[in-house]
C-alpha cells in the first residue's frame, strides 16, 4: 500500500522557471493538501481540495496553482519560481472529517538558485 | 480561529529521562488535536490524535498525552526517552470547519547517552 506518493523528491530550479509538483494517493481521500515547511516556521498550509474539481487557498497561496481533476491526485505547481519557495513540500491527504488524521507523503525538497 | 503554540523549539534529554514537549492550543470550538512525529528526510507520522473520546491518549512507540480544558494543553510524554525518539514533533489542531491541520512551529527533540 503506496499510501501519498510525491513526484519529484528532489529539484533545483532557476529562479523564473516552472514545475508542477505531483501527489497521489490511493487511500480514497476526498480531501487533499499542499504544506510547505520551513525551518523554525512548522507547516503552513498552501492549498487544499475536498474533492475532485474544487481546490481552495490556505494560509500562503501566493505564487502557487493548483489542479484536482482526479480524485487521487493533487498537483502543485509554481508558475515562476523566486528564491523565497525555496522549502520541503508535503502533500497529505485524509478523510472529510474534522477528528481525522491526515497523511503525508515523503515530501518534496525544492531550491530555488 | 484555532491556533497551536509549542513551547521550546528545542528539547534536550538523556537517554532514560522523561520527554515533556509542550502544546497550547487555542479554539472556538471543541478542539480535535494530534501529534506528529518528523524523523530526518522523512514524512509526518501520527503519533496520537485527541477526539474527545478519553483526556489521556496513548499512541505509538511509548508516547501519551492529556487533554487538559482548563489549561488549554495537550503535552506529549514519553516516560523513558530512547535515541531512537530523536526527531522533530509537531502539535496540530483540525480547523473549526475540519478542512485542513494547523500545525505548530515544531520541537527538536535531541537524545544524548
Known amino acids: 500500500n503506496a499510501g501519498v506518493t510525491q513526484t519529484p523528491k528532489f529539484r533545483v530550479l532557476k529562479t523564473g522557471q516552472s514545475m508542477t509538483l505531483l501527489c497521489a494517493q490511493d487511500?480514497?481521500?476526498?480531501?487533499m493538501y499542499w504544506y510547505r515547511q520551513d525551518p523554525g516556521m512548522g507547516l503552513r498550509l498552501i492549498h487544499y481540495?475536498?474533492?475532485?474539481?474544487?481546490?481552495a487557498k490556505g494560509e500562503v497561496p501566493d505564487g502557487y496553482n493548483v489542479s484536482r481533476l482526479k480524485k487521487q491526485n493533487f498537483l502543485l505547481g509554481l508558475e515562476s519560481a523566486a528564491p523565497s519557495q525555496t522549502s520541503v513540500y508535503f502533500c497529505a491527504s485524509s478523510y472529510p472529517n474534522r477528528g481525522t488524521e491526515a497523511f503525508f507523503g515523503q515530501g518534496t525538497r525544492l531550491t530555488v538558485v | 480561529a484555532q491556533s497551536v503554540t509549542q513551547l521550546g523549539s528545542h528539547v534536550s534529554v538523556s537517554e532514560g529521562a522523561l520527554v515533556l514537549l509542550r502544546c497550547n492550543y487555542s479554539s472556538s470550538v471543541p478542539p480535535y488535536l494530534f501529534w506528529y512525529v518528523q524523523y530526518p528526510n522523512q514524512g509526518l507520522q501520527l503519533l496520537l490524535k485527541y477526539t474527545s473520546a478519553a483526556t489521556l491518549v496513548k499512541g505509538i512507540n511509548g508516547f501519551e498525552a492529556e487533554f487538559k480544558k482548563s489549561e488549554t494543553s495537550f503535552h506529549l510524554t514519553k516516560p523513558s526517552a530512547h535515541m531512537s525518539d530523536a526527531a522533530e514533533y509537531f502539535c496540530?489542531?483540525?480547523?473549526?470547519?475540519?478542512?485542513?491541520?494547523?500545525f505548530g512551529k515544531g520541537t527538536t527533540l535531541s537524545v544524548s547517552s
Open positions: 487511500m480514497n481521500h476526498e480531501y
Open positions: 496540530a489542531v483540525s480547523d473549526q470547519a475540519g478542512t485542513a491541520l494547523i
Open positions: 481540495s475536498v474533492g475532485e474539481g474544487t481546490t
